[in-house]
């Protein structure tokens, strides 16, 4: 397909994207829009032997109703293993959570990281740089603010993912 054509489709669909969503916050505005927004994420920390992780991940989301909510959430991690290597990820995702009853939570979270990770010299390792995408899907139990569940990667990649493994547990917060 022609270079010019693509970027003008994906012009038109971004202008159309945000005349659309513009018209949805317009609209939700006068119809109480802010009393649907639910703010939360997470914080991570890990140490050990010469080992430090931290992460920061807000998110937040729209409910639609008591049983739809969607929303957009951001990622910041710093690795580093002493002697090593040293990392920097950050990234995005998209969340739809679905709650079936008031207790039971399904999650879908498409998140897509960039990887820039730089070894120790010594080491004779390329660095990386790259981007991870995870399509994470999830059954969880809610008590009012608070969900707790586990999620599977569908995407894991063993050498690409940022993960090592494609199950987790995970605690979500939105207030």
Known sequence: MNKKIIIHKKAAFIILFFLGFNNLVQSQQSNDFWNHVRFGGGI??????????????????YEFNET?????????TINNRKGFY?????????????????????????EKLRVNRKYDASFNLPDDNYWSPALFLGLGYRNGNVTFGIRYDVLYDEKKSIYADPWMPFVRFYF
């Open 68 to 76: 739809v909510a969607l929303g957009l959430g951001l990622n910041g």
């Open 44 to 61: 991570g920390l890990g140490f050990g032997d010469g080992f430090f992780s931290g992460t920061l991940a807000p998110s937040a989301i």
């Open 86 to 110: 040293k990392s920097t990820i950050y990234g995005g995702s998209l969340i739809g959570l679905v709650n079936v009853i008031p207790q039971l939570q399904f999650s879908s979270e498409f």
